[in-house]
């Protein structure tokens, strides 16, 4: 079973338990599934990898929101964002931890030949090609400034 069918199936338990809240996570992701599957006018399967890159953006965007929700000191809506995060992270593979992803950015370093801050970008692409979906953007940026600086 692929994820889209996964989460079709998941769609349907929460409906029989009446489970609102991970009801409407569980509908923002198959609308962004079919959304992605109907851009160009097919409509074709698309792979686990989109369908995991649909989930990492809407990780995003709600982890941005529930954070903007702080700053306001909304947390009653800080917290309905936190709840959609759970739902939606339980799809995504387990995250790297701070020191795999500085092994990682330390090893792509040495490969490139990178010496400054000048070669941030020489790095950035090779570690996010190989880190793509196991570590958070902002944390490999932040750990390869860190290195190079």
């Not at 936190?82 to 500085?102: H, K, N, T, W």
């Amino acid at each position: 079973m692929n994820l889209s069918e996964q989460i079709n199936q998941h769609i349907k338990a929460s409906m029989l338990a009446r489970e609102k809240d991970k009801l409407e996570a569980l509908r923002a992701v198959k609308a962004a599934i079919m959304l992605e599957a109907t851009k160009d006018g097919s409509n074709t399967e698309i792979s686990d990898e989109v369908v995991l890159a649909i989930i990492q953006k809407l990780v995003k965007q709600r982890k941005d929101a529930s954070a903007i929700f702080k700053e306001q000191n909304r947390e009653d809506l800080a917290k309905d964002e936190d709840f959609q995060i759970e739902v939606l992270s339980a799809y995504l593979p387990e995250q790297m931890g701070e020191d795999e992803v500085r092994k990682v950015v330390q090893d792509t370093i040495a490969q490139v030949g990178a010496i400054g801050a000048q070669d941030i970008g020489k790095v950035m692409g090779p570690v996010m090609g190989k880190l793509k979906g196991k570590a958070d953007g902002k944390l490999i940026s932040t750990l390869v400034k860190e290195e190079l600086s």
